[in-house]
């Protein structure tokens, strides 16, 4: 990025709910793309993994030769925001950009949905109020190595974690219509962009 144009923010535009973070960023001053294949990667200065079903997710990324170029995109330093299925894509049994197991639907059968607040460091933590975090046939992360970085629990489940330049969630953020997680990837761009 640089300092006369918007920030470039992809949107893995596969399946499931893109078009929310999209307007959410576009919010937020950002120029959004929908990624769907390979060549709508170059040029990026962030990326937003959305939720959806991981399964149809995984699909889509193996019929268009996306995982390994979005492996590079992180590699390379690209901030990364992953919320829900973008949190199971993100973990070691799929793309491996994270040192994490994530369990899908973890909550159980019984609590498909529900809502909580959160905490998270530096994002919705006293004075500021906490985060009112959607959750919808989530995930928690299982396990994950000494990189990651924990930022919220459910039930001692983490629900939230930091790794380098990817951030996870796995709650749905652009559904509540607080944008603060969103403002952060930009942030972690123009970080990167002032280094
Ligand atoms: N349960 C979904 C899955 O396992 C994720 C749910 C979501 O993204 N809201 O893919």
Redesign the pocket.
């Known amino acids: 990025m640089v300092a006369d144009r918007p920030p470039c923010i992809g949107v893995l535009a596969l399946q499931?709910?893109f078009a929310a973070h999209a307007r959410m960023l576009e919010g937020l001053g950002a120029a959004v793309r929908e990624v769907r294949v390979p060549a709508d990667l170059q040029g990026l200065d962030g990326l937003v993994l959305?939720?959806?079903?991981?399964?149809?997710?995984t699909l889509g990324i193996a019929r268009e030769g996306l995982a390994e170029p979005l492996r590079e995109l992180a590699a390379a330093g690209t901030p990364v925001l992953g919320?829900?299925?973008?949190l199971?894509m993100l973990d070691r049994e799929h793309l491996g950009i994270m040192d994490t197991r994530a369990e899908?639907?973890a909550f159980g059968r019984q609590v498909r949905s529900f809502e909580a607040d959160l905490e998270l460091p530096g994002i919705s933590e006293p004075p500021a109020p906490p985060m009112r975090a959607v959750?919808?046939?989530?995930?928690w992360i299982a396990e994950h190595g000494a990189d990651v970085e924990v930022l919220a629990a459910v039930d001692g489940h983490p629900v939230a974690a930091r790794q380098g330049n990817a951030v996870v969630v796995s709650f749905?953020p652009e559904l509540s219509g607080d944008d603060r997680l969103h403002r952060m990837l930009l942030e972690l761009v123009a970080a990167r962009d002032g280094a």
Do not use: D, L, V
Request: net charge positive; hydrophobic share 25%; with cysteine.
């Open positions: 499931g709910g959305p939720g959806g079903e991981s399964t149809t997710m919320t829900c299925a973008g199971i899908r639907n959750f919808i046939r989530a995930p749905h």
